[in-house]
């Protein structure tokens, strides 16, 4: 047997060992405080070629999971999220600044969330990088670690304010390249096990692994509270998770590598409600 199909052979024992079952997203719908109806299946933007229809995570999780996204008042997340709220208003660094001092209103932001990342005079930047860039440069306070509570607290607090809206993120123009590296990173196999993103999230949605409810790996939700982990967690740190589950040597959180992978994998999501912040397994 080639190390291919031995790598093949244990994905397959993996995913449905056990239950054997297919079971996929289930028929139930997301609306957040009895009021806000999110998208959470639609067809596959143009682009997509292994998928026809793109489903939220939050329809392939156990109905105990999903209720806590059910109502804000439920939602484990928001307890960071009113952190962020305070720290947006507090005075930090060398400049006497705040957040709010410049941009008035955190509202202020709706919908940017829904388009990010995008290309900025060449450089592909994520939300991490626009704070990070007015903490270091406007502020003159120290940059926030990528993963830390205080950045993904601010992450999904401005993602907040897009909640409800379609992910739409641009792919063309100055974002190609950025974007078919990211779709390179994507279908590349990594790894002992010789698994792509894809292996998973694009041929196995809907299958069991381990204990595992697979699905297509969206990131419509984030940052996402983890019940494992007790906080949130950042897009790259998700990633990171996957990609060393294959036994890989996996990129770091905020490399160029994984911006791009953000934007290729956000792309997938195109047409589906941001859910920020999401509640997950
Ligand atoms: C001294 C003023 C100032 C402070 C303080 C400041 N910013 Fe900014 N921020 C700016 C300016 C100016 C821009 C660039 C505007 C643009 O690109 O539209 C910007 C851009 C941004 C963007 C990107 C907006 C976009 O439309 O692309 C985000 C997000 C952001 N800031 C968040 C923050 C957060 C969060 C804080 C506090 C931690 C903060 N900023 C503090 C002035 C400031
Ligand atoms: C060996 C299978 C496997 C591979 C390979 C894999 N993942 Fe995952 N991934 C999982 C499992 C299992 C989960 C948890 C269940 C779920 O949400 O699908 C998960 C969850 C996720 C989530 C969270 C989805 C949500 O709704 O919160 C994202 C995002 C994700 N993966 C992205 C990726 C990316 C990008 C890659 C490639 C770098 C990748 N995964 C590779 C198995 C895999």
């Not at 999971?65 to 008042?73: G, K």
């Amino acid at each position: 047997m080639t190390k291919k199909a031995i790598s093949l052979g244990i994905l397959a024992l993996a995913v449905g060992a056990g239950s054997g079952a297919y079971a996929g997203p289930d028929d139930d719908s997301l609306v957040i405080n009895d009021e806000l109806e999110m998208v959470t299946e639609t067809a596959a933007p143009a682009h997509m070629e292994g998928i026809d229809t793109i489903y939220s995570g939050w329809r392939f999780r156990t109905d105990e999971t999903q209720s806590l996204q059910l109502d804000d008042f439920d939602n484990p997340a928001m307890l960071t999220v009113d952190q962020a709220i305070d720290a947006y208003s507090e005075v930090d660094g060398s400049e006497n600044e705040s957040c709010a001092s410049c941009h008035g209103d955190v509202e202020s932001f709706a919908g940017l969330s829904a388009a990010m990342p995008k290309v900025k005079d060449g450089n592909l930047v994520t939300l991490e990088d626009e704070i990070n860039n007015c903490r270091s440069t406007r502020m003159g306070a120290e940059e926030w670690k990528w993963s830390g509570q205080d950045m993904q607290g601010m992450v999904a607090l401005i993602g907040l304010q897009s909640r409800g809206m379609p992910v739409d993120v641009a792919i063309d123009g100055d974002a190609a390249p950025f974007w078919e590296k990211g779709k390179e990173i994507y279908y590349t196999r990594y790894g002992q096990l010789e698994l792509s993103c894809a292996s998973c999230h694009e041929e196995n949605y809907g299958n069991m692994i381990r204990a595992d409810h697979l699905s297509q790996g969206q990131i419509n939700g984030f940052p996402t509270y983890r019940l494992k982990q007790a906080r949130l967690i950042s897009r790259h740190n998700r990633f990171r998770g996957c990609i060393r589950d294959t036994r890989a040597h996996t990129f770091a959180e905020g490399s160029d590598e994984f911006r791009a992978l953000e934007l290729y994998v956000l792309s997938r999501s195109n047409g589906l409600s941001v859910e920020t912040p999401a509640v997950r397994q």
